[in-house]
């Protein structure tokens, strides 16, 4: 779906320099509409398009699209020369709009459950030594998380695409040329670290067991690019399934998301989730099958400190830890919770401080961002 972006802001296309010293580089649908430019002072730009809605916040608008800029991960944007880029962009789309979205909704199936090809599948992400690549087999998560972020930057998009809205956990498209896509981008594309990342889906809910799209992908890995790292994230134990697979590549980690180790609160804000001892028993397994072992807490969730870090040091090599980022759909579960107060960002933050400690004192390795300290360095560009 990315070449529809690029039809959107024709005339410019890739490569083309949008404003003196930024450079149109590539589209990405992965969360929402986003165009990047790569700036001539080594930063990139990022381009968000969503629907014209009211009260919305943009830097410039066509008849039906608005159009906001971000800093990429290194954090530095010239705002005069982002809000140029935004401008131009919508000045060219105003031409294009309805034929481009009229094209896209007919394009559109109504199911919740879709099939659906695909152009590309790697997205670049990071900067510097925590460059590395996202794949996401699946768009839209049948885990369904209410605290997720993604539905906040899929949800306009679907709206654009005049798609039922629906809830989150009710419907995913299914990348089902994911496995083809990645082989040839693999012979094209700089060696990375690869992380199969559950922003926009868990890699192996519940439509992998009989669409297995993650594990085509992993076998592609497995005998086109041994050596690329790769890392897997997910809340189920059916990966379990793909050890197998994993251990043939080099440098293959597995991990978990556990933001608690009462099951009761799991039960409460990911109530389709795997219960919190299969994931422990999960990263047993991966250890035994020669795997590395990750575990991720976020958000922090109620529970007792001392024993979540007990069961981080007794099953993953490493952890990492973030924060909440909004309530997004989940004000309930935590206004109904026996801690409502664990929403606040004074609760998550003394809360992710107290579990650091707790990991320091097991000597546990902790991290913050996309990439374990083992795969950051200036050849992971």
């Not at 943009?58 to 005069?80: I, K, N, T």
């Not at 933050?349 to 546990?364: E, N, Y």
Request: with cysteine; charged share 25%; net charge neutral.
């Amino acid at each position: 779906m990315a070449r529809w972006l690029f039809d959107l802001v024709q005339p410019y296309g890739p490569g083309d320099e949008v404003v003196p010293g930024a450079v149109l580089v590539r589209a990405s649908t992965e969360l929402g509409l986003r165009l990047t430019l790569a700036v001539d002072d080594g930063s990139e730009l990022h381009v968000d398009v969503t629907p014209a809605e009211p009260d919305a916040r943009y830097a410039a608008r066509s008849e039906r699209l608005l159009f906001g800029y971000r800093a990429g991960r290194s954090g530095r944007v010239d705002g005069r020369r982002a809000l140029a880029v935004c401008q131009r962009l919508a000045e060219a789309a105003r031409a294009n709009e309805e034929r481009v979205l009229a094209a896209l909704a007919a394009e559109e199936a109504s199911g919740r459950v879709r099939e659906v090809q695909v152009e590309r599948l790697l997205e670049p992400m990071g900067d510097g030594p925590e460059r590395f690549y996202g794949l996401s087999p699946y768009v839209g998560c049948l885990i369904g998380c209410r605290f997720c972020y993604a539905p906040s930057r899929l949800d306009p998009l679907r709206r654009l695409l005049g798609r039922a809205a629906v809830p989150w956990g009710s419907w995913t498209d299914i990348r089902a040329n994911a496995a083809e896509v990645l082989a040839d981008e693999l012979g094209r594309l700089p060696p990375a670290p690869i992380k199969f990342c559950p922003i926009v889906s868990d890699p192996y809910h519940a439509v992998e067991r009989r669409r297995p799209v993650t594990r085509a992908c992993l076998e592609t890995l497995a005998s086109r690019a041994p050596r690329w790292p790769v890392l897997v994230l997910t809340r189920s134990p059916l990966v379990r399934r793909d050890f197998d697979v994993l251990a043939r590549l080099e440098q293959a980690f597995v991990g978990v998301s556990l933001p608690t180790a009462d099951d009761a609160v799991r039960a409460h804000f990911e109530p389709r989730a795997s219960p919190v001892d299969e994931r422990l028993e999960t990263l047993s397994l991966a250890r035994a099958a020669g795997l590395r072992t990750f575990a991720m807490v976020q958000p922090l969730l109620p529970g007792e400190v001392g024993q979540l870090a007990d069961a981080l040091a007794a099953h993953a090599d490493s952890v990492s830890l973030d924060v909440l980022r909004g309530v997004q759909g989940a004000a309930a579960d935590f206004a109904t919770s026996d801690h409502p107060e664990c929403a606040s960002d004074e609760w998550q933050g003394s809360r992710a401080a107290a579990l650091g400690v707790a990991l320091a004192d097991r000597a546990v390795p902790r991290w913050k961002g996309e990439l374990p300290p083992s795969l950051r360095s200036p050849t992971s560009a």
